[in-house]
């Protein structure tokens, strides 16, 4: 059965600093991976995802992830952080369809 | 591209009545959508698949009949919540599949934050 575990459930970092979310996947096939971002009360962005090709992959807002086979990882990057990036980040992985969720984790900014 | 809009964003109803939700793909054709539940401060669960033209497929512990789906066309499909219970105060979120060529991608909806008295 595939799985999405994102270890932070809540990560604080300061405007103008870096980020990492990291996500960890259980897959039994080359997994499609997916980031989304959900503002309060909103639906679910998609910042970036994976399919095949180049691992390092560019996204919406400046996001980027880099996909690591040897590791089951998919973490979520950002050089400088912005005020508005609060909010919560949930990575995903799935066949062509079905998709599977991890846990969230909560982005607080400080000024 | 790819804009998935939901109607209404939030109703409130009485324990027992039914409510529908609808969700459309705005610039793109669905053939298939999907139904996710999400409690506060967790993350979503997949209810449902909606596949137009035919019935949908329902998850382990959803019951079809409490929550009707119907896909009748390439860009809507509705969820009924029937004989609303407080236990079923939830925020609803659908999404809706890109197809073509290239791997599949969801794209979600606003969400549809439901309270039932």
């Known amino acids: 059965a595939q799985s999405v575990t994102q270890p932070d459930i809540h990560i604080t970092v300061s405007e103008g600093a870096s980020l990492e979310l990291r996500c960890n996947y259980s897959y039994g096939a080359t997994p499609y991976l997916f980031w989304y971002v959900q503002s309060p009360g909103q639906g679910l962005q998609l910042l970036l995802k994976?399919?095949?090709?180049?691992?390092l992959v560019q996204g919406i807002k400046g996001f980027e992830a880099e996909f690591k086979r040897s590791q089951s990882s998919f973490n979520l990057r950002k050089p400088s952080v912005h005020w508005s990036d609060a909010a919560e980040y949930f990575c995903?992985?799935?066949?062509?369809?079905?998709?599977?969720f991890g846990s969230g984790t909560r982005l607080q900014v400080q000024p | 591209g790819a804009v998935v809009s939901q109607h209404p964003s939030r109703v409130i109803c009485k324990s027992g009545t039914s409510v529908k939700i609808e969700c459309r793909s705005l610039d793109f054709q669905a053939t298939t959508m999907f139904w996710y539940r999400q409690f506060p401060k967790q993350s979503l669960m997949l209810m449902a698949t909606s596949n137009e033209g035919s019935k949908a497929t329902y998850e382990q512990g959803v019951e079809k009949d409490k929550f009707l789906i119907n896909h009748a066309s390439l860009t809507l499909s509705t969820l009924t919540v029937t004989s609303a219970h407080p236990e079923d105060s939830s925020f609803y979120i659908c999404?809706?599949?890109?197809?073509?060529?290239?791997?599949?991608?969801?794209?979600f909806g606003p969400g549809t934050r439901l309270l039932v008295l």
């Open positions: 995903a992985v799935g066949s062509r369809r079905a998709l599977t």
């Open positions: 994976y399919f095949s090709g180049d691992t």
């Open positions: 999404s809706a599949l890109t197809g073509g060529g290239a791997p599949e991608t969801q794209y």
